[in-house]
């Protein structure tokens, strides 16, 4: 009978789906029992009175964590998975002593050392990378970018300036909330072509968009993780984003992606190799992925494990 899991998660995980790799590999050896949890609107009373009904063996919190949550549980195995995004809105709640005694496992560099600094010590950091499907990839004659606006970080001035830098042929944008302000007159009067989607039916239909093109623009200046640039990235895109994290803790600028200063402008060389630069984001690709194989384990027995082992792993 396969031990149980309560795997707490935000609401808006459930549409995007970029917490089901974790989700995955725990069911492997685990049955998981989801609950979808806001910190600041829903009732935490309910989700305490749920998990203490499941009575699981372990609980495991992504990017959602209750404080006061602790000493009103059952169940004294709890892991926590912070987002860095996140971390910079609530960044106070981070120095509660409560959070400080739960184990935690990072997916970004600079959150891990953030959290050390002010005193975590069950800590740990792993770099993720979705399963490789590169092998039709290849820079085209015509090169096309994807944008995916979704917080007004880039705008289409800035947009247009990125595709100009690039010489790109064709821009794909998907504006399902029409946060990117762009009317038929400015497409029209543009030197690369430019196609606009306000709805796309499911995740394989946004993905195959991205497969049609060369560069994958990042729309946001922080990352929790960095889901929807990594589905790119494990693809053989050509990353392009803000030199913050987590991003910027996968691409180095004209190495193998482009790095946008804070005001969404890019600098680039004269001369840009565009087939070295997506080689070398390949085998950025492959390290990492390799790296996460090799590792994926010990995210399970840190959850298994009792705080007190956390450290006994040669992790």
């Known amino acids: 009978m396969k031990s149980k899991i309560v795997f707490v998660d935000h609401p808006f995980h459930e549409k995007t789906g970029s917490s089901n790799f974790i989700k995955n590999l725990l069911s492997l050896k685990h049955e998981i029992i989801l609950i979808y949890f806001d910190q600041f609107k829903d009732d935490k009373s309910y989700l305490i009175g749920t998990i203490n009904n499941i009575n699981p063996d372990f609980i495991c919190f992504w990017q959602n964590f209750p404080y006061g949550f602790l000493k009103k549980i059952k169940c004294n195995n709890v892991t926590f998975f912070p987002m860095y995004d996140d971390y910079l809105i609530t960044k106070k709640y981070y120095l509660k002593n409560e959070i400080k005694k739960l184990k935690v496992i990072c997916f970004c560099r600079k959150l891990y050392d953030e959290m ?82 306000n709805w796309i039916e499911n995740q394989q239909d946004y993905l195959l968009l991205i497969e049609k093109c060369t560069f994958y623009l990042a729309p946001r200046k922080f990352e929790g993780i960095g889901m929807s640039f990594l589905e790119a990235m494990s693809k ?65 027995q840190i959850i298994q494990c009792p705080k007190k082992s956390f450290f006994n792993f040669n992790l």
Request: hydrophobic share 40%; with cysteine; aromatic share 12%.
């Open 116 to 197: 050390l600094k002010i005193g975590f010590k069950n800590l740990y950091f792993f770099q993720y990378m979705p399963p490789l499907n590169i092998e039709s990839n290849k820079i085209d004659d015509e090169k096309s970018l994807f944008f995916w606006s979704r917080n007004g970080d880039i705008n289409w001035t800035d947009l247009k300036a990125i595709c100009q830098k690039l010489n790109v042929d064709r821009l794909v944008i998907h504006n399902p909330e029409n946060i990117l302000q762009i009317s038929n007159d400015e497409i029209e009067n543009q030197t690369f072509s430019v196609f606009v989607s």
């Open 236 to 300: 053989g895109k050509i990353l392009i984003g803000f030199n913050f994290p987590t991003f910027n803790e996968y691409v180095t600028h004209e190495i193998n992606g482009f790095l946008l200063n804070a005001d969404a402008s890019l600098n680039i060389s004269l001369e840009i190799d565009f087939k070295k630069i997506q080689e070398n984001s390949i085998a950025k690709s492959f390290e990492i992925r390799e790296n996460w194989n090799r590792h994926e384990n010990e995210i399970l």
